[in-house]
């Protein structure tokens, strides 16, 4: 009797205590916070999503899955707050949120695109009637209009294609404008002509026009590209579609059961969609590396940081140097400041030297040329004298004067006058205007004043044995300064030799480096070397002032060059003239 009533008895406790135990399983299940990115309308992706919420509940409890539905930042904030343990966005969201511990547990795929890896692009559509937009490098400077700035699919894939391109896909569109989710609004502008083109997610054109009865070629799509796995053309490359995904708040046991829940998600009736496994996420990085968006910019600033923290010493010295080369440019600047006008002072003053030199030059000059005055128009005066007197003299001895004889005199009167005139006016320019440069054939203007020299003496050429030596050269100097002193030197020396029986000149013109080197060498009598340095004197006759060595001295130091005497054995003089040489081979 006793086990009938036990068995009974722990049945009833059995059955009273399953409700219990139900009630506490349930109690037990963890809560989860499921964020969902808002989508573009009208989506593809809302049947799956829908059915994945479904799952989710199931799994879960209905009360314990809590769905919220965030715009795009405010999504990533979320996330970054821990305040989601699992969210479904773009794969492109989910790779700018994985440096916060973001993991992928699925991702869309379809019938129709069974490689999770590749399932979803962007297409940048214009008007098929704008023929001047081809490529994608015609709309540069156009406006255009996207869904959101960090849309993956709706803007920063074309921004890639772009960069990928050479561009600065920051500087590429003249406008971008910002449409949000109702993406209609897109295609609406673009077929009215408002912007130059629209970047969409793959195929929704292709939906739009069979939605809205239109021709599909009205658009047109930029650059379209090959795949094989897609009918619908599309401008990027192809990347990872919609992403399910679990954070750091979830816990691992959480993260299977999620998976478990997705996985067993049949695809769905409207069009085919269901949950696989993407493998592949490097393309997807390189994009954002590339725009340098989502963890790339974060790494961005910390490497900044990281450099600092890890080289503070060096860029303080570095700093320091800087400081250094910087106050060492300041004072050398000071420094050659100061030098400048230091040395624009001692230039002025140089200045004010030369000038009261030049003064002082012109005063010696006109002492000079007065005295040159006195020797070269004593000849012709001399010569107008002795033949005006001889003039005289015929014309009291002869009633019956000679007129051709006395036109011969006056002929002769004339020419004296003006030679003394033209030495007068040549004077008066030198001391007037200074030393005119100019190029003088040395040997030819040598040459005519020695003959000028011999007809003055009553010389001839032959008979005074005369020999000329050097090469027909240019010297640079004031043609004025230099027949004055070698007419002087020339005409002392002939009239030196004048009175002995063999009488001879040599004349030889040398160049030694930057001068010219005149010497003039006569047989005359010995002269003395001592008296004549001395007098400064340099005439034979008894008579006149004997102007012509002083004259000579005192032209050839104006000119920059010497003279030297020599006597070269018992007989004659050796007179050496050195000018610098600034000429030309003749």
């Given at each position: 009797?006793?086990?009938?009533?036990?068995?009974?008895?722990?049945?009833?406790l059995?059955?009273?205590s399953?409700?219990?135990?139900?009630?506490?399983?349930?109690e037990?299940q963890p809560q989860?916070?499921?964020?969902?990115?808002?989508?573009?309308?009208?989506?593809?992706?809302?049947p799956?999503?829908?059915?994945?919420?479904?799952?989710?509940k199931?799994e879960?409890?209905?009360?314990?899955?809590?769905?919220?539905v965030?715009?795009l930042?405010?999504?990533e904030k979320?996330v970054?707050?821990?305040?989601?343990?699992?969210?479904i966005?773009?794969?492109?969201?989910?790779?700018?949120?994985?440096?916060?511990?973001?993991?992928?547990?699925?991702?869309?795929?379809?019938e129709?695109?069974?490689d999770?890896?590749?399932?979803?692009?962007?297409a940048?559509i214009?008007?098929?009637?704008r023929?001047?937009?081809?490529?994608?490098?015609?709309?540069?400077?156009k406006?255009?209009?996207?869904?959101?700035?960090y849309?993956?699919?709706?803007?920063?894939?074309v921004?890639?294609?772009?960069f990928?391109?050479g561009f600065n896909?920051?500087?590429?569109?003249?406008?971008t404008?910002?449409?949000?989710?109702?993406?209609e609004?897109?295609?609406?502008?673009?077929?009215?002509?408002e912007?130059?083109?629209?970047?969409?997610?793959?195929?929704y054109?292709?939906?739009?026009?069979?939605r809205?009865?239109?021709?599909?070629?009205?658009i047109?799509?930029i650059d379209p590209?090959?795949d094989?796995n897609l009918v619908?053309?599309?401008?990027s490359?192809?990347?990872?579609n919609?992403t399910i995904?679990?954070?750091?708040?979830a816990?691992?046991?959480?993260?299977r059961?999620?998976?478990?829940?997705?996985?067993?998600?049949?695809?769905?009736d409207?069009n085919?969609?269901?949950?696989?496994?993407?493998?592949?996420?490097?393309q997807?990085?390189?994009?954002?590396?590339?725009?340098e968006?989502?963890?790339f910019?974060?790494k961005?600033?910390?490497l900044?940081?990281?450099?600092?923290?890890h080289?503070?010493?060096?860029?303080?010295v570095?700093?320091?140097?800087?400081?250094?080369?910087?106050f060492?440019?300041l004072?050398?600047?000071h420094?050659?400041?100061?030098?400048?006008e230091?040395?624009?002072?001692?230039h002025?003053?140089?200045?004010?030297i030369?000038?009261?030199?030049?003064?002082?030059?012109?005063?010696g000059?006109?002492?000079?040329?007065?005295?040159?005055?006195?020797h070269?128009?004593?000849?012709?005066?001399?010569a107008?004298?002795?033949?005006a007197?001889?003039?005289?003299?015929?014309?009291?001895?002869n009633?019956?004067?000679?007129?051709s004889?006395?036109?011969?005199?006056t002929?002769k009167?004339?020419?004296e006058?003006?030679?003394?005139?033209?030495?007068i006016?040549?004077?008066?320019k030198?001391?007037?205007?200074?030393?005119?440069l100019?190029?003088?054939?040395?040997k030819?203007?040598?040459?005519r004043?020695?003959?000028?020299?011999?007809?003055?003496?009553?010389?001839?050429?032959?008979a005074?044995?005369?020999?000329?030596?050097?090469?027909?050269?240019?010297?640079?100097?004031d043609?004025?300064c230099?027949?004055?002193?070698?007419?002087?030197i020339?005409?002392?020396?002939c009239?030196?030799?004048?009175?002995i029986s063999?009488?001879?000149i040599?004349?030889k013109?040398e160049?030694?480096?930057?001068?010219?080197?005149f010497?003039?060498?006569?047989?005359?009598?010995?002269?003395?070397?001592?008296?004549?340095?001395?007098s400064?004197?340099?005439?034979?006759?008894?008579?006149?002032?004997?102007?012509g060595?002083?004259?000579?001295i005192?032209?050839v130091?104006?000119?920059?060059?010497?003279?030297d005497?020599?006597?070269p054995?018992?007989?004659?003089l050796?007179?050496?003239?050195?000018l610098?040489?600034?000429?030309?081979n003749?």
């Amino acid at each position: 009797m006793k086990s009938p009533v036990l068995i009974v008895f722990v049945l009833s406790l059995s059955l009273v205590s399953l409700p219990a135990l139900s009630q506490t399983k349930s109690e037990e299940q963890p809560q989860i916070r499921l964020a969902v990115s808002t989508l573009a309308e009208p989506s593809t992706n809302q049947p799956l999503i829908s059915l994945t919420v479904d799952a989710l509940k199931k799994e879960f409890g209905q009360e314990n899955v809590k769905v919220t539905v965030y715009p795009l930042p405010k999504l990533e904030k979320a996330v970054r707050n821990g305040e989601a343990d699992v969210f479904i966005s773009s794969s492109g969201t989910f790779r700018r949120l994985a440096d916060s511990g973001a993991r992928s547990v699925g991702t869309i795929v379809s019938e129709k695109l069974s490689d999770p890896n590749k399932s979803e692009g962007s297409a940048l559509i214009v008007r098929s009637a704008r023929s001047d937009l081809i490529h994608l490098e015609d709309l540069k400077g156009k406006t255009i209009a996207a869904n959101m700035r960090y849309g993956f699919s709706g803007h920063l894939m074309v921004l890639h294609e772009i960069f990928k391109k050479g561009f600065n896909p920051n500087k590429f569109f003249g406008e971008t404008i910002f449409i949000g989710h109702d993406v209609e609004k897109i295609v609406q502008k673009v077929l009215n002509g408002e912007i130059d083109g629209g970047i969409l997610r793959t195929c929704y054109w292709e939906e739009y026009a069979e939605r809205n009865k239109l021709d599909k070629n009205l658009i047109r799509v930029i650059d379209p590209k090959k795949d094989s796995n897609l009918v619908c053309q599309h401008t990027s490359e192809l990347f990872p579609n919609w992403t399910i995904a679990t954070t750091p708040s979830a816990s691992p046991e959480i993260a299977r059961r999620v998976v478990k829940s997705i996985l067993s998600v049949e695809p769905s009736d409207k069009n085919g969609l269901y949950w696989g496994l993407s493998t592949d996420f490097t393309q997807l990085d390189q994009l954002l590396k590339d725009l340098e968006i989502g963890p790339f910019e974060v790494k961005k600033k910390e490497l900044v940081q990281t450099f600092l923290r890890h080289y503070q010493t060096e860029i303080l010295v570095f700093l320091l140097l800087i400081m250094i080369g910087l106050f060492h440019h300041l004072r050398v600047r000071h420094l050659v400041r100061k030098r400048t006008e230091q040395l624009n002072f001692a230039h002025k003053q140089t200045r004010l030297i030369e000038a009261k030199y030049n003064k002082m030059q012109k005063v010696g000059i006109v002492g000079l040329l007065s005295s040159t005055v006195a020797h070269e128009i004593r000849q012709p005066l001399g010569a107008i004298q002795f033949f005006a007197k001889g003039m005289a003299g015929n014309l009291k001895k002869n009633e019956k004067p000679n007129v051709s004889h006395f036109i011969s005199i006056t002929e002769k009167i004339i020419d004296e006058a003006q030679k003394a005139d033209k030495t007068i006016r040549k004077i008066r320019k030198l001391a007037s205007e200074g030393q005119t440069l100019q190029k003088i054939d040395i040997k030819n203007e040598i040459e005519r004043l020695l003959d000028e020299a011999l007809v003055t003496s009553g010389l001839q050429r032959k008979a005074a044995g005369i020999e000329v030596e050097g090469q027909p050269r240019e010297l640079l100097a004031d043609r004025m300064c230099f027949d004055l002193v070698f007419s002087n030197i020339l005409r002392n020396a002939c009239e030196y030799i004048s009175t002995i029986s063999n009488p001879k000149i040599k004349i030889k013109i040398e160049f030694k480096e930057n001068n010219v080197i005149f010497t003039i060498l006569n047989n005359g009598a010995p002269v003395d070397l001592d008296l004549l340095q001395s007098s400064k004197l340099f005439s034979s006759k008894k008579q006149g002032f004997g102007f012509g060595l002083p004259i000579a001295i005192g032209l050839v130091e104006n000119m920059g060059g010497r003279i030297d005497f020599k006597v070269p054995g018992e007989e004659g003089l050796q007179v050496t003239v050195t000018l610098p040489y600034g000429g030309k081979n003749g």
